[in-house]
């Protein structure tokens, strides 16, 4: 299955067929700076941490992003092909990712 451009937002979490994590940090425009896990990342459950420590983020086109085939899991109990975080998890992958000055400087841009 492949996102349209549209449906992807800030503030969640996606997975693709090749099971990594991507949380969507920023977007400006057509740009957006989101984190990736390592591919082959294990299933989420309630007690499991966030994938993305020491991953670097990533800035791409949205279209780009959307082009991937991404597929529905399972996340707090609820299967979709989009997960919201809260804003305690997108403080995490941010710190985790190191990507507040990436962030600042898009959105200042």
Same mark, same amino acid.
Request: glycine residues 4%; hydrophobic residues 45%.
């Given at each position: 299955?492949?996102?349209?451009?549209?449906?992807?937002?800030?503030?969640?979490?996606?997975? %693709?067929? $090749?099971?990594?994590?991507?949380?969507?940090?920023?977007?400006? =425009?057509?740009?957006? +700076?989101?984190? !990736?896990?390592? @591919?082959?990342?294990?299933?989420?459950?309630?007690?499991?941490?966030?994938?993305?420590?020491?991953?670097?983020?990533?800035?791409?086109?949205?279209? %780009?992003? $959307?082009?991937?085939?991404?597929?529905?899991?399972?996340?707090? =109990?609820?299967?979709? +092909?989009?997960? !919201?975080?809260? @804003?305690?998890?997108?403080?995490?992958?941010?710190?985790?990712?190191?990507?507040?000055?990436?962030?600042?400087?898009?959105?200042?841009?």
């Amino acid at each position: 299955m492949r996102l349209k451009a549209p449906d992807v937002a800030v503030g969640y979490l996606y997975l %693709t067929s $090749a099971r990594q994590y991507r949380a969507v940090l920023a977007m400006k =425009g057509e740009f957006m +700076i989101y984190a !990736p896990s390592l @591919e082959g990342a294990a299933p989420l459950t309630p007690s499991t941490p966030l994938p993305f420590a020491n991953q670097p983020f990533k800035k791409c086109q949205t279209v %780009t992003f $959307a082009k991937k085939d991404y597929q529905a899991f399972d996340f707090n =109990g609820v299967n979709a +092909i989009k997960h !919201p975080l809260d @804003e305690a998890q997108m403080a995490q992958i941010i710190a985790q990712c190191n990507a507040k000055s990436a962030i600042a400087s898009l959105v200042a841009a």
